[in-house]
């Protein structure tokens, strides 16, 4: 079964930027997802990807400051984060869809391969 891993997070002032990166133990055919949860929160959809190509999505919180992204063999998924804010604060997680799946945002049960997710702290 698919596994990925999670690395790049760390902590950062309001306003900086993170890129985040999800190597995939093995080609994913359908998508691969960037999820968070903060603490006493549920796991929040923040960016899909498409292997085959195509108009990636976005979480509304995260629109015109986060760019999800691919490299050219498909093995590892990137997560630019610009302007970011203290809410941004959160455990990020990435995951593959499931075969057949439509790969929605709000649907944490349509992912595998979960890593072991990479801490993002937003502070001054």
């Known amino acids: 079964e698919v596994q990925l891993v999670e690395s790049g997070g760390g902590l950062v002032q309001p306003g900086g930027s993170l890129r985040l990166s999800c190597a995939a133990s093995t080609f994913i055919y359908n998508c691969v997802a960037w999820f968070r949860q903060a603490p006493g929160k549920g796991r929040e959809g923040v960016a899909v990807i498409f292997t085959s190509g195509g108009t990636p999505r976005y979480g509304d919180s995260v629109k015109g400051r986060f760019t999800i992204s691919q490299d050219t063999t498909k093995t590892t998924r990137y997560l630019q984060m610009d302007r970011l804010q203290p809410e941004d604060s959160a455990m990020y997680y990435c995951?593959?869809?499931?075969?057949?799946?439509?790969?929605?945002?709000?649907?944490?049960?349509?992912?595998?391969?979960w890593g072991q997710g990479t801490q993002v702290t937003v502070s001054s």
């Open positions: 995951a593959a869809g499931r075969t057949g799946t439509a790969c929605r945002l709000f649907d944490p049960t349509g992912y595998i391969g």
